[in-house]
């Protein structure tokens, strides 16, 4: 038992690596916003908007949620 608690946290620790710095997950977004799927409709990064924005259209709200794990 011990020695399965072991090669767990082992693997966590291999799995998380150093930390993303700031710029690095800047870097990350702007890739990610370069991406054609997400840059051909038009997104709204404000829930008002785009609440108002469907209700103007009859089109439903579709939700895109992201995290990053660095620290």
């Not at 579709?62 to 620290?71: A, E, K």
Request: hydrophobic share 40%.
């Amino acid at each position: 038992m011990r020695m399965q608690a072991l090669a767990v946290s082992a693997a966590l620790l291999v799995c998380t690596g150093a930390p993303a710095s700031a710029q690095d997950l800047e870097k990350k977004l702007e890739k990610k916003l370069a991406e054609k799927w997400i840059n051909s409709p038009k997104w709204h990064t404000d829930y008002d908007t785009a609440k108002a924005e469907a209700k103007k259209s009859g089109k439903i709200i579709f939700g895109y949620f992201t995290r990053s794990y660095s620290y």
